[in-house]
């Protein structure tokens, strides 16, 4: 598949689920940052949102990135502070879609993931081919904690099927996921 320069990822931290389908906000994980950075990156997204509604949050995503692409980090690796060059951090979801909307002209279309999605489900086969043949621009969003809340899988374009094994253990990280459904949607 040849690379596309409109593709975004989106990390939510707020609007999700715990455990008890309460809704909540997470904390942002060190690793995410840096695992989902490199992912992205790997796999040309454009952007990779973090989104935290928590100013202290989002001050710390902050000084993380900073030490990456301007510190002493940045010229101990220059690969990551090239990863980090496409992360974003937002208050809030819709930020994200102002964003891209602003940057591309137009709305981009939403596909959320999530291990139990309980709707009508694409398949990353599917989603693969839409992707190869739609100029629009796209915003994939992960969900942290026990997956998105309704009111942000609500918006969706398109669900996309849940990353199954060989198991009925079915509850990876994020940055798994992210790997595999990247890899799925635009790796070779």
């Known amino acids: ?3 596309r320069s ?8 707020y609007p999700v ?13 060190n690793m ?3 695992d989902i950075a490199r992912v992205a990156r790997t796999y040309g997204m454009q952007r ?11 001050v710390l995503v902050q000084s993380i990135l900073d030490h990456w692409q301007q510190g002493y980090g940045a010229a101990y690796n220059p690969s990551r502070q090239e990863a980090f060059e496409h992360v ?3 208050e809030d979801f819709a930020m994200v879609g102002s964003d891209i909307e602003a940057f591309w002209g137009r709305r981009p279309r939403l596909v959320v993931t999530g291990a139990s999605l309980d709707r009508s489900l694409i398949s990353f086969k599917e989603m693969k081919s839409i992707l190869e043949k739609d ?3 796209y915003l994939i969003v992960f969900g942290t904690g026990w997956g998105l809340a309704d009111e942000v899988v609500d918006q969706a374009d ?10 009925d253990y079915n509850h990876l990280s994020v940055r798994s996921a992210t790997a595999v459904i990247l890899d799925r949607l635009f790796g070779e």
Do not use: S, W
């Open 135 to 137: 100029d629009h621009p």
């Open 88 to 90: 974003c951090v937002k």
């Open 158 to 167: 398109y669900c996309l099927e849940p990353v199954r094994g060989r198991t």
């Open 32 to 34: 995410d940052i840096h």
């Open 17 to 29: 689920f715990n455990k008890h389908r309460n809704i909540v906000t997470t904390a942002v994980a």
């Open 1 to 3: 598949m040849i690379p």
């Open 48 to 58: 990779f949102y973090i989104v935290t509604p928590v100013e202290a949050q989002r």
């Open 6 to 13: 409109d593709c975004c990822i989106a990390l939510l931290h």
